[in-house]
């Protein structure tokens, strides 16, 4: 596809239940990343991917937090145990490349409500 | 702390009626000054990129310029269409944004 595309777009969990969130970032981009947003505010940064390599995760709320992009590719992100507080919009974005300050490209995210 | 706040947090315009958002910045070593626009439900859609004080982008009715502590996104007679959240971001020396909480634009047919 043309763009970056994230499933579920809609996902409702049980306090306690793990989730996994998925994102297809635009083909060829080697920069990726997962932003959480709450409702009124700008994105917030969790995680970054250069190909399959983690570079800064400092963002992630706490250790049930974990990102993965085995292949450079396609990554998802997993909450653990999940909590209440974690029910937002989870954005991910890609950019051509990470030296050039080229723009990410956000897909629509998947809203996130935790029971 | 590095940071990035936008005024007003909301704004109410008739339509053809021009206005201007600001997005100010503390910060050492900007690397790069983006605007976006979020519609409900939706991600944040790239508009413009500026790097440097002095520079200006335009698009249809949007124009972005950049100073060494702010930026400005003026819209010059808007319509309808153009109702949404625009967000404004900054890279520094990392590759991650910093997001302002965005400014609500309305316009009134």
């Known amino acids: 596809g043309a763009g970056v595309s994230q499933s579920p777009r809609y996902k409702v969990a049980k306090r306690g239940q793990d989730v996994a969130l998925r994102c297809d970032p635009i083909s060829g981009h080697v920069s990726l990343f997962w932003y959480q947003q709450a409702l009124g505010q700008g994105p917030e940064f969790l995680t970054y991917?250069?190909?399959?390599?983690?570079?800064?995760k400092s963002g992630l709320p706490s250790d049930r937090f974990f990102a993965e992009r085995p292949e450079g590719s396609v990554s998802t992100l997993k909450i653990q145990r999940t909590q209440q507080e974690d029910s937002a919009v989870y954005l991910c974005?890609?950019?051509?490349?990470?030296?050039?300050?080229?723009?990410?490209?956000f897909g629509d995210g998947t809203r996130l409500s935790i029971l | 702390e590095d940071q990035v706040t936008q005024s007003p947090e909301a704004l109410r315009l008739q339509e053809g009626e021009s206005s201007s958002l600001n997005c100010s910045y503390t910060v050492s070593g900007l690397r790069g000054l983006f605007w976006y626009r979020q519609d409900p439900g939706k991600g944040p859609e790239f508009l413009f990129t500026?790097?440097?004080a002095g520079e200006e982008k335009e698009k249809e009715r949007l124009k972005a310029t950049l100073t060494k502590k702010e930026s400005f996104l003026h819209i010059t007679a808007p319509k309808p269409e153009d109702s949404a959240t625009y967000l404004c971001?900054?890279?520094?020396?990392?590759?991650?944004?910093?997001f302002g909480t965005g400014t609500r634009l309305t316009i009134i047919p």
């Open positions: 971001a900054v890279l520094f020396g990392n590759e991650k944004l910093t």
């Open positions: 974005a890609s950019s051509r490349d990470s030296f050039s300050n080229q723009p990410q490209h």
């Open positions: 500026l790097y440097s």
């Open positions: 991917f250069q190909n399959e390599a983690q570079l800064d």
